[in-house]
């Protein structure tokens, strides 16, 4: 009864197949087979769908078939969190990699109409520039036309 209320209260699938693998050695008996198709039927009907419900549940006689389903289950779910991790972190990796490419380019083109309008940046402009988003260094780029100064572009 005590395996019951744990499966009852588990909260993954992890959980489910260690009080399965306790009932399935505690019910190795053949006098206790029908108890063993009752945890199983149970299981099958009950708890599983209700736990995980994006799975289908096969039909299945005996505790050790829940067990070793769950087990392929699982290694799918490590398999496809990590895939979709992996996924995300490319993504994630590749629109940092944009913003900094256009940061990087906007930084670039503000620079060089600085040098040309007004020679050699100051490292302290140098400086700013480098800490600018590129929001700010757009904004920046269209003071240049008005600018009497580089450090009039930091003046808002």
């Known amino acids: 009864m005590a395996a019951l209320f744990r499966l009852e209260n588990s909260r993954d699938a992890a959980a489910i197949q260690r009080i399965l693998r ?11 087979a029908g108890l063993r198709r009752s945890f ?25 078939e829940v067990d070793d389903m769950l087990a392929e289950r699982v290694q799918e779910w490590y398999a496809e969190y990590e895939r979709k991790g992996l996924q995300d972190g490319m993504r994630k990796g590749m629109a940092q990699g944009m913003e900094k490419g256009r940061c990087d380019e906007a930084r670039r083109i503000l620079l ?13 402009v140098e400086a700013q520039l480098q800490e600018a988003d590129v929001a700010t260094l757009e904004a920046w780029t269209l003071r ?13």
């Open 144 to 156: 240049v036309l008005d600018a009497r100064c580089p450090e009039d572009l930091f003046n808002d």
């Open 22 to 32: 306790h009932l399935t050695d505690w019910l190795h008996a053949p006098q206790q």
């Open 40 to 64: 199983t039927e149970w299981l099958r009907r009950v708890l599983l769908p209700g736990r995980l419900p994006d799975i289908t549940i096969p039909a299945m006689q005996e505790l050790q």
């Open 112 to 124: 060089g109409l600085l040098t040309h309008r007004f020679g050699p940046v100051s490292p302290e």
